[in-house]
C-alpha cells in the first residue's frame, strides 16, 4: 500500500536559518504534491502545491521541489521567524484517488 | 466568508452515547470530507462525498455514519461512541477535482471528542 513518511521528530531550527523538511514515499506515482500547515488546534491549511511535471515551486519565503525519481518533496522556509513555528503536512494526490497525508513534522524556530 | 465551521468545538460522550457533528461551507464546494487525527497516525479519511446527496467511504468508515442533505452541510453521525472514536475530527472542503485536476482542501477548526 501507498507509504508517506515524514520525520515523525521534531526540528529545531535557529531563526534566520533556513528550514527543510523532507516527505518521502513509496508505492504511489501522485499527479501532485501539497504542503499544509497546521498549528496546535487549529485545521491545515494550504500552503502549496506541486504538479509532477513542476521541479520547483516558490512562494515568498517557501520553496517546494519534487523529484518523481527519488520519490521525495522537500520543503524549505528561507530566513526562518518563529511565527513560522508549526507542523507541517505534506499531502499525496493524483487521477481520482483521494488526497493522502503525512502525519506531519513540527518546527520549531528559536528566537 | 466563514469559510468551514464545525460544531460543536468540544463534546464528552460515554460508551454507547450518540451524536452528530455538523459541518458548513460557504464557498460553494462540491467536496467534502470528514477526516479524524490521532497522535503519530496523521489524517485518515473517514467519508466523503463529492456532491449534494451523495457520500462515499473512506479509510476508517465504521463506526461512522455521514450524510449530504444540502451541499453545503455534511454531517457526521457516532450512534453509539466507542472510547477507540475518542480522537480530533476534521472536516473539509474543496472544489471539484474535475475543474482544477487537484484536490486542495480547506478545513474546518476541527471538534474534540471525548469517549468514556
Known amino acids: 500500500s501507498q507509504k508517506i513518511e515524514q520525520n515523525s521528530e521534531a526540528l529545531n531550527i535557529q531563526e534566520g536559518k533556513t528550514a527543510t523538511l523532507t516527505c518521502n514515499y513509496t508505492?504511489?506515482?501522485?499527479?501532485?504534491l501539497q504542503w499544509y500547515r497546521q498549528d496546535p488546534g487549529r485545521g491545515p491549511v494550504f500552503l502549496l502545491l506541486?504538479?509532477?511535471?513542476?521541479k520547483e515551486k516558490r512562494k515568498e519565503r517557501l520553496k517546494v521541489t519534487f523529484d518523481t525519481t527519488l520519490k521525495q518533496s522537500l520543503f524549505h522556509i528561507t530566513a526562518s521567524q518563529p511565527a513560522d513555528s508549526a507542523t507541517y503536512l505534506c499531502a499525496l494526490g493524483g487521477g481520482y484517488q483521494k488526497v493522502t497525508f503525512g502525519i506531519g513534522t513540527k518546527l520549531q524556530v528559536i528566537p | 466568508n466563514a469559510g468551514v465551521t464545525q460544531t460543536p468545538k468540544f463534546r464528552v460522550l460515554k460508551t454507547g452515547q450518540s451524536m452528530t457533528l455538523l459541518c458548513a461551507q460557504d464557498?460553494?464546494?462540491?467536496?467534502m470530507y470528514w477526516y479524524r487525527q490521532d497522535p503519530g497516525m496523521g489524517l485518515r479519511l473517514i467519508h466523503y462525498s463529492v456532491g449534494e446527496g451523495t457520500t462515499a467511504k473512506g479509510e476508517v468508515p465504521d463506526g461512522y455514519n455521514v450524510s449530504r442533505l444540502k451541499k453545503q452541510n455534511f454531517l457526521l453521525g457516532l450512534e453509539s461512541a466507542a472510547p477507540s472514536q475518542t480522537s480530533v475530527y476534521f472536516c473539509a472542503s474543496s472544489y471539484s477535482i474535475f475543474e482544477l485536476g487537484t484536490d486542495t482542501q480547506y478545513f474546518g477548526p476541527g471538534t474534540r471528542l471525548t469517549v468514556l
Open positions: 464557498m460553494n464546494h462540491e467536496y
Open positions: 506541486i504538479r509532477e511535471n513542476e
Open positions: 508505492n504511489y506515482s501522485p499527479a501532485y
